[in-house]
């Protein structure tokens, strides 16, 4: 009869050991589903941040052509300036020639005098 309690013994020990490893198991599979919510997680989170990217390229993009269009602005008001300083030298010039042409029609003019 020893042998048959060493038998029911060892049949309790298994049982309590498929217990223990069921638990095991069971706690296992609750941390691959805790592992999975957190991976969805954090897959929704990267999404939002490549959609945050993805706007701030866009931004950047327009941000770039609104630069460009800036800078087109400014040329074009630096050539109207340089337009604008041409076009006062060649005002100036003018006058210096009409008060010439003036003086002399004044001393023409003097011949004419009583």
């Known amino acids: 009869m020893p042998a048959v309690r ?5 049949a309790k020990e298994i049982k309590s050991l498929i217990g223990e490893s069921v638990e095991r198991v069971e706690a296992g599979s609750a941390l691959v589903s ?5 991976m969805q997680d954090i ?6 941040v490549a959609d945050m990217i993805a706007e701030i390229s866009a931004a950047a993009v327009e941000q770039t052509s609104g630069i460009g269009q800036v800078n087109d602005a400014v040329a074009q008001l630096d050539q109207v300036t340089q337009q604008n300083a041409a076009l006062v ?5 003018a006058a210096e ?3 010439h042409q003036a003086s002399r029609l004044v001393e023409a003019v ?3 005098k009583l």
């Not at 805790?34 to 957190?38: I, R, Y």
């Open 89 to 93: 030298e060649e005002s100036a010039a």
């Open 43 to 48: 897959v929704g989170q990267v999404k939002r």
């Open 34 to 38: 805790d592992a999975g919510n957190s």
């Open 6 to 10: 060493r038998e029911a013994g060892a």
């Open 97 to 99: 020639s009409l008060r």
């Open 110 to 112: 003097q011949v004419f």
